[in-house]
Protein backbone atom coordinates (compact mmCIF):
# COMPACT_ATOMS: atom_id res chain seq x y z
CA UNK A 1 0.00 0.00 0.00
CA UNK A 2 1.51 3.67 -1.28
CA UNK A 3 3.20 5.67 2.11
CA UNK A 4 2.51 8.90 2.63
CA UNK A 5 5.30 9.81 1.24
CA UNK A 6 4.55 8.39 -2.08
CA UNK A 7 1.30 10.36 -1.77
CA UNK A 8 3.04 13.46 -1.55
CA UNK A 9 5.51 13.17 -4.26
CA UNK A 10 2.53 12.21 -6.07
CA UNK A 11 1.01 15.64 -5.68
CA UNK A 12 3.90 17.05 -5.95
CA UNK A 13 4.71 16.06 -9.40
CA UNK A 14 0.81 16.85 -10.64
CA UNK A 15 1.16 20.23 -9.06
CA UNK A 16 4.61 20.82 -11.41
CA UNK A 17 2.54 19.60 -14.37
CA UNK A 18 -0.68 21.49 -13.57
CA UNK A 19 2.10 24.92 -13.18
CA UNK A 20 3.69 23.79 -16.52
CA UNK A 21 0.41 24.18 -18.19
CA UNK A 22 -1.23 27.32 -16.65
CA UNK A 23 2.68 28.82 -17.69
CA UNK A 24 2.14 27.43 -21.05
CA UNK A 25 -1.24 28.50 -21.01
CA UNK A 26 -0.34 31.89 -20.09
CA UNK A 27 2.21 32.33 -23.23
CA UNK A 28 0.27 31.56 -25.87
CA UNK A 29 -2.58 34.04 -23.92
CA UNK A 30 0.14 36.77 -23.91
CA UNK A 31 1.39 35.86 -27.81
CA UNK A 32 -2.14 36.41 -28.84
CA UNK A 33 -2.65 39.46 -26.74
CA UNK A 34 0.76 41.07 -28.72
CA UNK A 35 -0.41 39.74 -32.00
CA UNK A 36 -3.52 41.30 -31.69
CA UNK A 37 -3.01 44.67 -30.23
CA UNK A 38 0.68 45.41 -31.03
CA UNK A 39 0.11 43.80 -35.14
CA UNK A 40 3.14 41.85 -34.75
CA UNK A 41 3.75 38.49 -36.73
CA UNK A 42 2.83 35.07 -34.55
CA UNK A 43 6.52 34.05 -34.92
CA UNK A 44 7.94 37.00 -33.51
CA UNK A 45 4.97 37.42 -31.12
CA UNK A 46 6.02 33.88 -29.70
CA UNK A 47 9.58 34.97 -29.53
CA UNK A 48 9.16 37.87 -27.48
CA UNK A 49 7.24 36.16 -24.90
CA UNK A 50 9.49 33.31 -24.66
CA UNK A 51 12.37 35.50 -24.33
CA UNK A 52 11.16 37.39 -21.47
CA UNK A 53 9.85 34.14 -19.89
CA UNK A 54 13.58 32.81 -20.25
CA UNK A 55 14.89 35.94 -18.51
CA UNK A 56 11.88 35.57 -15.73
CA UNK A 57 13.00 32.09 -15.21
CA UNK A 58 16.82 32.78 -14.93
CA UNK A 59 16.16 35.82 -12.62
CA UNK A 60 13.30 33.97 -10.32
CA UNK A 61 14.31 30.33 -10.00
CA UNK A 62 12.04 28.15 -7.98
CA UNK A 63 12.63 28.17 -4.13
CA UNK A 64 12.96 24.49 -4.64
CA UNK A 65 15.86 24.87 -6.52
CA UNK A 66 17.78 27.09 -4.03
CA UNK A 67 19.38 25.59 -0.81
CA UNK A 68 19.30 26.72 2.36
CA UNK A 69 21.41 29.76 2.60
CA UNK A 70 21.13 30.38 -0.94
CA UNK A 71 20.19 34.14 -2.43
CA UNK A 72 19.73 35.30 -6.25
CA UNK A 73 21.17 38.02 -7.02
CA UNK A 74 22.01 40.31 -10.30
CA UNK A 75 25.71 40.79 -10.63
CA UNK A 76 27.47 42.55 -13.65
CA UNK A 77 28.38 40.41 -16.52
CA UNK A 78 31.60 39.59 -17.43
CA UNK A 79 30.73 38.34 -20.96
CA UNK A 80 32.62 40.98 -23.52
CA UNK A 81 30.80 41.21 -26.84
CA UNK A 82 31.21 44.04 -28.95
CA UNK A 83 27.27 43.95 -29.93
CA UNK A 84 26.60 44.19 -25.92
CA UNK A 85 26.96 46.01 -23.62
CA UNK A 86 29.78 44.48 -21.16
CA UNK A 87 28.05 46.04 -18.20
CA UNK A 88 24.71 44.20 -18.39
CA UNK A 89 23.53 42.47 -15.05
CA UNK A 90 23.68 38.58 -14.81
CA UNK A 91 21.63 36.98 -12.03
CA UNK A 92 23.83 34.46 -10.02
CA UNK A 93 23.24 31.85 -7.48
CA UNK A 94 25.41 32.53 -4.64
CA UNK A 95 25.74 30.58 -1.22
CA UNK A 96 25.72 33.37 2.03
CA UNK A 97 25.83 30.50 4.41
CA UNK A 98 26.63 26.89 4.73
CA UNK A 99 24.96 24.91 6.99
CA UNK A 100 27.66 24.77 8.98
CA UNK A 101 27.92 28.09 9.58
CA UNK A 102 24.70 28.33 10.07
CA UNK A 103 25.07 26.00 13.36
CA UNK A 104 27.70 27.40 14.28
CA UNK A 105 28.21 30.31 16.93
CA UNK A 106 30.50 33.49 16.72
CA UNK A 107 32.34 33.77 19.85
CA UNK A 108 34.66 36.74 19.38
CA UNK A 109 35.51 39.38 16.43
CA UNK A 110 38.45 37.63 15.09
CA UNK A 111 35.98 34.41 14.37
CA UNK A 112 33.89 36.61 12.88
CA UNK A 113 35.99 38.08 10.63
CA UNK A 114 37.19 34.38 9.45
CA UNK A 115 33.64 33.90 8.41
CA UNK A 116 33.56 37.09 6.61
CA UNK A 117 36.52 36.36 4.59
CA UNK A 118 35.13 32.85 3.48
CA UNK A 119 31.80 34.51 2.24
CA UNK A 120 33.94 36.83 0.17
CA UNK A 121 35.96 34.39 -1.13
CA UNK A 122 32.86 32.01 -2.01
CA UNK A 123 30.22 34.80 -3.00
CA UNK A 124 33.17 36.60 -5.53
CA UNK A 125 34.24 32.77 -6.54
CA UNK A 126 30.32 31.72 -7.13
CA UNK A 127 29.66 34.92 -8.84
CA UNK A 128 33.08 34.63 -11.17
CA UNK A 129 31.77 30.94 -12.12
CA UNK A 130 28.20 32.10 -13.09
CA UNK A 131 30.04 35.04 -15.63
CA UNK A 132 29.26 37.72 -13.09
CA UNK A 133 31.47 39.70 -11.08
CA UNK A 134 30.19 41.82 -7.57
CA UNK A 135 31.29 45.42 -6.45
CA UNK A 136 32.10 46.25 -2.92
CA UNK A 137 28.45 47.76 -3.04
CA UNK A 138 27.05 44.40 -3.92
CA UNK A 139 29.07 42.57 -0.83
CA UNK A 140 28.33 45.91 1.46
CA UNK A 141 24.68 44.79 0.93
CA UNK A 142 25.03 40.90 1.37
CA UNK A 143 27.12 41.01 4.45
CA UNK A 144 26.21 43.92 5.95
CA UNK A 145 29.59 45.35 6.77
CA UNK A 146 31.08 48.48 5.73
CA UNK A 147 33.29 49.16 2.80
CA UNK A 148 36.65 49.84 4.27
CA UNK A 149 36.24 46.31 6.32
CA UNK A 150 35.81 45.12 2.50
CA UNK A 151 38.70 46.28 1.81
CA UNK A 152 40.39 45.25 3.90
CA UNK A 153 39.74 41.87 3.96
CA UNK A 154 40.09 41.42 0.27
CA UNK A 155 43.76 42.86 0.52
CA UNK A 156 44.04 40.38 3.43
CA UNK A 157 43.29 37.76 1.24
CA UNK A 158 45.82 38.42 -1.34
CA UNK A 159 48.35 39.09 0.75
CA UNK A 160 48.46 35.44 2.63
CA UNK A 161 47.19 33.62 -0.60
CA UNK A 162 48.89 35.86 -3.29
CA UNK A 163 45.13 35.65 -5.01
CA UNK A 164 43.18 38.78 -6.20
CA UNK A 165 39.48 37.43 -5.75
CA UNK A 166 37.00 38.41 -8.66
CA UNK A 167 35.76 41.87 -8.01
CA UNK A 168 34.33 44.93 -10.70
CA UNK A 169 36.95 46.55 -9.22
CA UNK A 170 39.61 43.49 -10.46
CA UNK A 171 38.04 42.39 -13.77
CA UNK A 172 36.36 45.32 -15.27
CA UNK A 173 38.34 48.24 -14.03
CA UNK A 174 35.67 49.59 -11.91
CA UNK A 175 35.91 51.74 -9.34
CA UNK A 176 39.30 52.99 -7.55
CA UNK A 177 40.91 49.39 -7.03
CA UNK A 178 43.05 49.30 -10.20
CA UNK A 179 46.07 48.25 -8.33
CA UNK A 180 45.64 44.47 -9.74
CA UNK A 181 47.85 46.58 -12.94
CA UNK A 182 50.95 46.71 -10.37
CA UNK A 183 50.37 43.43 -8.71
CA UNK A 184 50.39 41.64 -12.34
CA UNK A 185 53.76 43.08 -12.66
CA UNK A 186 54.89 42.64 -9.22
CA UNK A 187 53.70 38.78 -9.68
CA UNK A 188 55.98 38.53 -13.01
CA UNK A 189 58.94 40.46 -11.70
CA UNK A 190 58.75 37.39 -8.46
CA UNK A 191 59.10 35.23 -11.23
CA UNK A 192 55.74 34.01 -12.23
CA UNK A 193 54.59 33.11 -15.87
CA UNK A 194 51.69 34.79 -17.24
CA UNK A 195 49.53 31.62 -16.97
CA UNK A 196 49.82 31.20 -12.57
CA UNK A 197 49.61 35.43 -12.58
CA UNK A 198 45.98 34.51 -15.08
CA UNK A 199 44.82 31.58 -12.31
CA UNK A 200 45.50 34.30 -9.35
CA UNK A 201 44.14 37.25 -10.09
CA UNK A 202 41.04 35.45 -12.16
CA UNK A 203 42.22 37.19 -15.79
CA UNK A 204 42.61 35.73 -19.32
CA UNK A 205 46.74 35.18 -20.43
CA UNK A 206 46.03 37.81 -22.71
CA UNK A 207 44.86 40.41 -20.42
CA UNK A 208 48.09 39.53 -17.78
CA UNK A 209 50.58 39.85 -21.40
CA UNK A 210 48.99 43.36 -21.74
CA UNK A 211 49.11 44.50 -18.55
CA UNK A 212 53.16 43.45 -18.88
CA UNK A 213 53.32 45.63 -22.15
CA UNK A 214 52.17 48.52 -20.59
CA UNK A 215 54.73 48.15 -18.21
CA UNK A 216 57.47 47.67 -20.89
CA UNK A 217 56.25 51.01 -22.16
CA UNK A 218 57.26 52.41 -18.80
CA UNK A 219 60.32 50.76 -18.76
CA UNK A 220 61.56 52.09 -22.23
CA UNK A 221 60.51 55.76 -21.46
CA UNK A 222 62.68 55.72 -17.90
CA UNK A 223 65.69 53.78 -19.80
CA UNK A 224 65.38 56.73 -22.34
CA UNK A 225 64.87 59.30 -20.16
CA UNK A 226 61.71 60.73 -20.74
CA UNK A 227 60.27 63.27 -18.35
CA UNK A 228 57.05 62.05 -16.03
CA UNK A 229 54.93 64.63 -17.78
CA UNK A 230 55.45 63.10 -21.36
CA UNK A 231 55.03 59.27 -20.30
CA UNK A 232 51.67 60.26 -18.85
CA UNK A 233 50.88 61.26 -22.48
CA UNK A 234 52.80 58.86 -24.02
CA UNK A 235 51.21 55.47 -22.17
CA UNK A 236 47.61 57.00 -21.00
CA UNK A 237 48.26 55.56 -17.65
CA UNK A 238 46.77 57.33 -15.01
CA UNK A 239 49.12 59.83 -12.89
CA UNK A 240 48.47 57.27 -9.71
CA UNK A 241 49.19 53.93 -12.08
CA UNK A 242 52.39 55.72 -13.55
CA UNK A 243 54.07 56.46 -10.31
CA UNK A 244 53.66 52.81 -8.82
CA UNK A 245 54.83 51.46 -11.97
CA UNK A 246 57.94 54.29 -11.48
CA UNK A 247 58.73 52.72 -8.24
CA UNK A 248 58.89 48.92 -9.37
CA UNK A 249 61.28 50.63 -11.78
CA UNK A 250 63.36 52.00 -9.28
CA UNK A 251 63.17 49.17 -7.00
CA UNK A 252 63.64 46.14 -8.89
CA UNK A 253 66.19 48.24 -11.48
CA UNK A 254 68.39 49.81 -9.74
CA UNK A 255 70.91 50.69 -13.13
CA UNK A 256 70.98 50.80 -16.71
CA UNK A 257 72.01 47.06 -17.26
CA UNK A 258 69.24 45.88 -14.98
CA UNK A 259 66.92 47.73 -17.22
CA UNK A 260 68.62 46.03 -20.65
CA UNK A 261 69.03 42.65 -19.46
CA UNK A 262 65.12 42.16 -18.15
CA UNK A 263 63.84 44.59 -21.82
CA UNK A 264 66.27 41.95 -23.69
CA UNK A 265 64.48 39.16 -21.92
CA UNK A 266 61.09 40.20 -22.85
CA UNK A 267 62.42 40.36 -26.83
CA UNK A 268 62.35 44.20 -27.03
CA UNK A 269 65.81 45.60 -28.63
CA UNK A 270 67.10 48.65 -27.69
CA UNK A 271 69.21 51.48 -29.48
CA UNK A 272 71.88 53.82 -27.92
CA UNK A 273 71.49 57.05 -28.85
CA UNK A 274 74.10 59.70 -30.06
Same mark, same amino acid.
Given at each position: MPTHSRYSQVLLELTYLLCDYIFQLLLFTIGQMVVEEWGLRPAQAQGM???VARTYTRCCPRLE????????????DTRKDRRTDPRLFQPVVLTLLTLEEQESS???????????????? @?LTTEAWRQDGVLTSIDLEW????????????????????????PTAGTVLD $?? @??????????? $????????QEIAWRIYHTPEAVDN??????????LRYY?????? $?????GHSKKLLEEHLALVEKHFPDEEA?????GKRGITLEKSG
Open positions: VELDLKPGQLVWLALLDSRTELKRLKVRQIE @RILGIPPALIRELLEAYQERFGVLL $MG @RTLTHKTIVVK $MALSGLTTYLKLFDQVLLRVPFSA $MLRATLETYL
